[in-house]
Each structure stands twice: as structure tokens, then as C-alpha cells.
């Protein structure tokens, strides 16, 4: 039986198409559980429109996107998922989940998912990463049960406060937080993402 990962996906919508390659990856190891942000759920950009970001996600999953505070907060009583992973996780998510604002599927998924002491995975993904978003990063990194995709300058010539995380990189970042590991290093140098 595969374990269950919990996917709470957030607004960062150019990071989109990098996720869905991963999630290919994935699911053929977990049972993939996608929850979405109300933009992620609502918001048509130039990356994708919304319902057909939905579909691509119902496809690669089988699974039903969780888009709605009432159906996220099932997520920890009835133990839906083995870990939580937030990506990509903008700066406005980060920031909330930093100081335990749930006003949104992802992050009452969040709050729901770690009150059974489980593990919460980041892929940070944010133009101010290095600005006011920072202090929330650094908040969150001691805590209990919360561990990061290791990330980079996004572009330090022309966004040089922006962060992303190397989302190539999840799958190894999955596999050491179920060893109770942060995978290092969490810095990575600025050469170009694959």
C-alpha cells in the first residue's frame, strides 16, 4: 500500500508546470491527496487557466482536488496523509503558517495535518525571500515537524529578494524527512535550476 503524501498547493503559479513533472514522479510512490488555495483553485493566469490546472491535477492523482476550509479540515482527524508537502508555498502562505492564520484550504490543511505530529514539507516559492518573508522562514525553521525543499535565489540579477525552492529536489527532500531529517544543504548555490 503506498503512503499518502498530502499536495497543498498555493498561488505561485509560474512554478506550476515544474510541480506537475515532479507529481508524474511521484505518484508512482504515494497516493497523492491535492489540496488547493482558493487562487489556485479560482485564478486563470498565463500559466494555466484554473480549470484546466484542476484537470491536469485530477488526472496525474486520481484524486479530487481539496479546494474548500470545510473539506480541509478532515485532513488530520480522520489521518488523511502521512506528510504534508506546501508546494509551491508563496510568501503569503509561508507567512500564515508561520503565525497560524487559517483562512484557507491549504492552510487549515496544514494546522489539521500537524496536530498528529506529523511531518510538513516547504517548497518555497516567493519574491520577497529574502525581505519580509525571510523572518518567517527563519521562524519556521526550528520548528517541530517542519522541514524545506532546499532553496535558492530565484534571480539575484533582476529579483534579487526572490526564493524558490528546487522543486527537482522534493522527492530526496521527502525521503529524508521520513528518516526525521532536514536534507542539506538547504542553501543552494545560484546556478540555474534544471
Known amino acids: 500500500m503506498k503512503e499518502k503524501l498530502g499536495l497543498a498547493i498555493t498561488g505561485s503559479f509560474c512554478t506550476f508546470a515544474k510541480l506537475?513533472?515532479?507529481?508524474?514522479?511521484?505518484?508512482?510512490k504515494y497516493d497523492i491527496l491535492p489540496i488547493f488555495s482558493f487562487n489556485t483553485a479560482n485564478m486563470d493566469t498565463r500559466f494555466f487557466k484554473a480549470s484546466d490546472f484542476r484537470k491536469?491535477?485530477?488526472?496525474?492523482?486520481?484524486?479530487?482536488?481539496?479546494?474548500?476550509?470545510?473539506?480541509?479540515?478532515?485532513?488530520?482527524?480522520?489521518?488523511?496523509?502521512?506528510?504534508?508537502?506546501?508546494?509551491?508555498?508563496?510568501?503569503?502562505?509561508?507567512?500564515?503558517?508561520?503565525?497560524?492564520?487559517?483562512?484557507?484550504?491549504?492552510?487549515?490543511?496544514?494546522?489539521?495535518?500537524?496536530?498528529?505530529?506529523?511531518?510538513?514539507?516547504i517548497a518555497l516559492s516567493t519574491n520577497d525571500g529574502l525581505g519580509n518573508s525571510l523572518k518567517n522562514v527563519g521562524?519556521?525553521?526550528?520548528?517541530?515537524?517542519?522541514?524545506?525543499?532546499?532553496?535558492?535565489?530565484?534571480?539575484?540579477?533582476?529579483?534579487?529578494?526572490?526564493l524558490v525552492a528546487d522543486l527537482s529536489l522534493l522527492e530526496d527532500t521527502i525521503e529524508s524527512v521520513k528518516q526525521g531529517k532536514?536534507?542539506?544543504?538547504?542553501?543552494?548555490?545560484?546556478?540555474?535550476i534544471k
Open 139 to 162: 521562524f519556521l525553521m526550528p520548528f517541530k515537524n517542519i522541514y524545506f525543499v532546499p532553496f535558492r535565489q530565484d534571480d539575484f540579477a533582476k529579483k534579487p529578494n526572490s
Open 56 to 121: 491536469e491535477i485530477s488526472n496525474i492523482t486520481k484524486n479530487t482536488p481539496i479546494d474548500t476550509i470545510p473539506l480541509a479540515e478532515p485532513v488530520g482527524p480522520q489521518n488523511l496523509v502521512d506528510i504534508m508537502v506546501v508546494a509551491p508555498c508563496t510568501g503569503n502562505t509561508l507567512a500564515k503558517i508561520a503565525h497560524g492564520i487559517v483562512d484557507t484550504p491549504v492552510t487549515m490543511a496544514v494546522k489539521s495535518h500537524l496536530r498528529n505530529n506529523k511531518p510538513v514539507i
Open 182 to 192: 532536514q536534507i542539506q544543504p538547504i542553501l543552494l548555490n545560484n546556478i540555474e
Open 20 to 28: 506537475l513533472d515532479e507529481m508524474k514522479i511521484l505518484v508512482k
